[in-house]
């Protein structure tokens, strides 16, 4: 079922429309609306970057892995999302676009990372839900949802 609801709100004539498809809510609104509205997967997402950037001692080395061989402009490509088997443990793929190899790290209990990755192999073989490249890591391992 889809339901899709659009309110016009203040006296600038700002618009709020929010989409509501099973589970997935989706809410945006327009600048002048003066109302932060956001959605609640990516507020989990962001949730997950921050345990990772906060509890991972191991972060730098998985950038390093991440970024081996790219002499300008390293950079990893990353997915920020949910273990399928453990869907309360977030999982981080991270991919180097020059050795074509890829990581994924599952959160342990609470906030911390383990220090070797639950999987390792080609890119190619990644599920096609981890491949929504859909965070940016930088050289000391930080992670930033986009």
């Known amino acids: 079922m889809l339901t899709l609801c659009v309110a016009a709100v203040g006296a600038g004539g700002g618009v709020i429309a929010a989409q509501s498809k099973g589970e997935e809510t989706s809410v945006s609104a327009s600048e002048d609306a003066g109302v932060d509205a956001v959605d609640p997967v990516d507020e989990s997402l962001q949730a997950c970057a921050d345990i990772w950037n906060n509890g991972n001692t191991n972060k730098e080395s998985v950038a390093s892995f991440s970024m081996v061989a790219q002499t300008e402009n390293p950079t990893a490509y990353v997915h920020v999302g949910f273990s ?63």
């Open 84 to 146: 399928e088997l453990f869907r309360d443990r977030c999982m981080i793929t991270v991919a180097n676009p020059s050795t074509l190899l890829a990581q994924q790290y599952l959160q342990d209990g609470g906030a911390s990372w383990s220090i070797a990755p639950a999987w390792t192999g080609s890119v190619n073989d990644l599920d096609e839900s981890n491949l929504p490249w859909n965070a940016r890591m930088a050289q000391d391992g930080t992670i930033t949802v986009l």
